[in-house]
């Protein structure tokens, strides 16, 4: 994974999507903006997230943890249909955690201005 990221943030998670749709062609995959998603993020979450759909929940994509329900608790990648590999997958891409910072409070949240903001860097 870490080979993958000197890429663009798009060509990643294009990249991603192609190994997540081998593992799992019955789940849309589709490369989503971080969005409001940059407060339950990590420092180094990319802009262009890896999102699945759940056929269950109609929803086509912006799902973006598979490790927390649609309420942000913690829940199992099974919830979603998916397998704990393709879950850690989409976890170590995105370093999305909505179950370990429900009020948004993230990392990334706390240096970032506005929310499609940049950590904040030396420059």
């Not at 994509?61 to 329900?69: E, F, K, P, R």
Request: with cysteine; glycine share 6%.
């Amino acid at each position: 994974m870490k080979a993958m990221m000197s890429e663009s943030p798009e060509k990643n998670a294009l990249v991603l999507i192609l190994k997540l749709k081998v593992m799992h062609p019955e789940i849309e995959w589709a490369p989503f903006e971080i969005g409001d998603y940059y407060q339950y993020a990590e420092l180094g979450a990319p802009d262009i997230l890896v999102s699945f759909g759940s056929e269950d929940e109609q929803l086509e994509c912006g799902l973006v943890d598979a490790y927390a329900d649609m309420f942000g608790k913690a829940c199992a990648p099974s919830h979603w249909g998916i397998c704990e590999e393709a879950a850690q997958m989409i976890q170590e891409f995105n370093q999305i955690f909505m179950a370990k910072y429900p009020c948004g409070n993230a990392p990334r949240s706390r240096v970032s201005v506005g929310h499609m903001a940049s950590p904040v860097t030396n420059q």
